[in-house]
């Protein structure tokens, strides 16, 4: 097929779950790539910040914070910050209730909250191997993500106490706490339109439910042999699993490297 740009999921993706690697092999397909004049982007729920293992990889546009902010270089291609007022609002809640509360700026902080359940649903999405630290001037800051640990029985006082706002979980333990629509489809149709590329010859890689409106966005979507059976459905190819080098597997299939 044409292909002028591809779209990358990170966690479960390019870096592998188990280990926190990125597999040799993925990183020497994606040179390949690169040097045919493809573009790489990587679409994550990470901030900014944690994703400088990256650049090494050659990728410069980033759609981070699941879509809420995106950039390629020092140029903003699509934001959605989230009011200040709504920011103070579920943090006051959130300490008042003894819950974790996580804030995506271009960097990761979190309230002054933490709990072994936190941390250990951290490790599971972000590999991080302790708390991110407190911003007391958070308040200030352009926060495009919030993400609330909290189980089900803890997310209806939210609802409740928050109606016009959306809780969509994505971790038994994990919500995003969001103002409007965000979603990696639209930061997807917003860094195809920066680049002129039509969506036929986009690609798409992912592995986890967040990821099948992007897939669904581009001319053709890989889900990875790790990836949710859901995400699996809508693809239009399943691969290896990441640490299995299903990302150079589908490159060869499809004949790009």
């Known amino acids: 097929m044409d292909c002028k740009i591809i779209f990358f999921d990170v966690d479960g993706t390019l870096i592998n779950y188990g280990d926190g690697c990125i597999e040799s092999s993925t990183k020497n397909a994606l040179q390949i790539v690169r040097n045919k004049g493809i573009r790489l982007v990587a679409a994550t729920g990470r901030p900014l ?20 902010y995106t950039r390629h270089g020092n140029q903003i291609i699509h934001s959605m910050p989230i009011a200040q007022d709504v920011v103070q609002s579920v943090k006051a809640f959130a300490d008042n209730n003894r819950d974790s509360l996580t804030f995506f700026t271009d960097h990761l902080f979190m309230n002054n909250v933490r709990h072994q359940a936190t941390l250990k649903a951290m490790k599971e999405t972000l590999s991080l191997n302790d708390y991110p630290p407190t911003n007391h001037n958070i308040l200030n800051e352009q926060v495009y993500l919030m993400c609330l640990y909290a189980n089900e029985q803890v997310e209806k006082k939210y ?28 930061a997807v149709d917003a860094v ?63 004949q790009l490297i």
């Open 49 to 68: 910040s944690m994703c400088h293992r990256l650049l090494e990889l050659g990728i410069d546009t980033f759609i981070t914070a699941n879509g809420a």
């Open 192 to 254: 195809l339109k920066y680049f002129n590329i039509p969506r036929e010859e986009a690609i798409a890689f992912g592995d986890g439910e967040n990821d099948i409106d992007m897939l669904e966005q581009v001319g053709y979507g890989i889900a990875m042999g790790n990836g949710s059976v859901a995400l699996k459905n809508v693809a239009d190819y399943v691969t290896l699993n990441s640490d299995e080098g299903g990302i150079d597997y589908a490159l060869r299939k499809l």
């Open 159 to 186: 609802i409740t106490q928050f109606p016009n706002l959306k809780f969509e979980r994505w971790h038994p333990t994990i919500m995003n706490v969001l103002q409007d629509d965000v979603s990696k489809s639209i």
